[in-house]
């Protein structure tokens, strides 16, 4: 089983709302991801969790805060978004941290931002 | 600066020919690559990935190769179906721990 879920499939939020993305893995992966994908562009990078400690912040604004409360689970908190954020949001796991590890993506959250 | 590149934005086969994707990288640090696939509205799905310590792995109908010196890799689809058809993202990794860099994909058509 290599699925990742993420809830919602949609969102709608107005610029002064408070949302979450949820992202829930249960391959036993000890890294998780958060990319952004904007349409015909490839995934970038945001976040990556190792072990369910944060280790990388690929300069993302405030506006985004990721949290992992345990090793199946990965949310990101949005507030205060701008237009400009509206895109999809993948969420991914791997087995390990490390460069050698397939990682497995989720559906995605549609994201637009009014 | 585009460190993996997808040069041809599309590519349109006939069903059961073979689909060459192509791939390249300026940074020698990368030493794991991997092709995913995705349909429009989905998540990339992992197809198959190459350790630089090798030049070939195989899958079934996907075949990916890897020649360091050129700095250039490739996914061959045998036979190519028309299901085959989507956006191909090469990515890379190693430079950066478990970042993933991709290109800008690659659409590829099969036609029956």
């Known amino acids: 089983d290599t699925e990742v879920t993420q809830t919602p499939k949609h969102l709608v939020m107005g610029m002064t709302n408070k949302k979450s993305l949820k992202c829930e893995q249960h391959?036993?992966?000890?890294?998780m991801y958060w990319y952004k994908q904007k349409a015909k562009k490839p995934p970038e990078l945001m976040f990556v969790y190792s072990y369910e400690k944060l280790s990388i912040n690929e300069s993302v604004p405030s506006r985004f805060s990721p949290e992992c409360p345990n090793s199946s689970l990965l949310n990101l908190h949005l507030h205060a978004l701008q237009p400009e954020d509206s895109a999809l949001y993948l969420c991914?796991?791997?087995?390990?941290?490390?460069?050698?590890?397939?990682?497995?993506f989720g559906p995605g959250t549609r994201l637009t931002v009014t | 600066d585009q460190q993996v590149k997808q040069n041809s934005p599309s590519l349109s086969v006939q069903e059961g020919r073979i689909s060459i994707l192509n791939c390249d990288y300026t940074?020698?640090?990368?030493?794991?690559f991997l092709w995913y696939k995705k349909y429009p509205a989905e998540g990339p799905t992992f197809l198959i990935s190459?350790?630089?310590?090798?030049d070939k792995n195989e899958d079934g109908r996907f075949t990916v190769f890897l020649n360091k010196s050129a700095k250039h890799l490739s996914l061959h689809i045998v036979p190519s179906q028309p299901g085959d058809s989507a956006v191909y993202f090469c990515a890379a990794s190693g430079e950066y721990g478990n970042k993933l860099v991709f290109g800008a994909g690659t659409i590829l058509r099969v036609k029956s």
């Open positions: 940074n020698s640090m990368f030493d794991y």
């Open positions: 391959m036993g992966h000890r890294a």
């Open positions: 991914a796991s791997s087995q390990a941290p490390g460069d050698s590890y397939e990682q497995y």
């Open positions: 190459i350790s630089s310590i090798k």
